[in-house]
């Protein structure tokens, strides 16, 4: 989770208020008071969840959470993208917080080798989840993506009464395979004022070096 949305949900979230992370295993988050996780529980120092309230079960299952209609003030979910069905959990989410926080990957960060089913992207405040292709024929340098800001990794979402979330389908996999490659390149194609700097050091290079052998060659007829 990003440091600073730790902080605002603290700032948000009274120290009476009950919050529930789903996916606990994933990313523990000290301020959780209940997690559902499918993993059993994983004690952790500075937690306020224990084992009484860590609940395991399979939360993409089909029946409804064994919690009350906005039983919380707040819920957590930072491994939304590694689910079988997001737009379930999303769900499920809105029917007991109040409000919440979600954390995904953007899509250029997951091209980078992530491990998640889905590639994610945020609409006009709508999660949209895309079955992430098999073929991997459009990569993302992991490098490119270190080079980030942190927040520009992930979409960060805060939300309160609702959680639009929706499974997109393309038309083929060419044709998303297609959008993907014009999308990384439109992230991390060089402009023209990037390329034209690169060829101005490329030839500055090739002068310098030009340079030194004819400083070579000179030394060697004395």
Do not use: N
């Amino acid at each position: 989770m990003l440091p600073q949305a730790a902080e605002r949900i603290h700032a948000l979230v009274g120290d009476d208020a009950p919050v529930l992370q789903v996916g606990a295993s994933h990313e523990p988050f000290p301020r959780a008071d209940w997690v559902l996780d499918d993993r059993p529980h994983e004690p952790h120092g500075e937690a306020r969840y224990t084992r009484r309230t860590w609940v395991c079960r399979d939360v993409c299952g089909r029946a409804p959470w064994p919690f009350e209609d906005e039983q919380f003030a707040f819920a957590v979910c930072t491994a939304l993208a590694t689910l079988r069905d997001p737009v379930g959990v999303c769900a499920e989410l809105a029917r007991v917080a109040r409000a919440g926080y979600v954390e995904l990957p953007t899509v250029e960060a997951e091209l980078a080798g992530g491990a998640a089913r889905w590639l994610c992207d945020v609409v006009d405040a709508e999660l949209v989840f895309t079955a992430k292709p098999y073929d991997r024929r459009v990569r993302v340098p992991r490098h490119k993506v270190e080079e980030l800001d942190p927040a520009d990794r992930v979409h960060a979402l805060f939300w309160e009464g609702r959680l639009p979330a929706r499974e997109r389908l393309p038309e083929s996999a060419d044709a998303l395979g297609a959008e993907l490659a014009e999308r990384v390149r439109r992230r991390f194609e060089p402009s023209g004022a990037e390329l034209v700097l690169t060829e101005a050091r490329r030839v500055g290079g090739l002068a310098g070096t030009a340079a030194l052998r004819g400083l070579d060659a000179l030394r060697r007829l004395r």
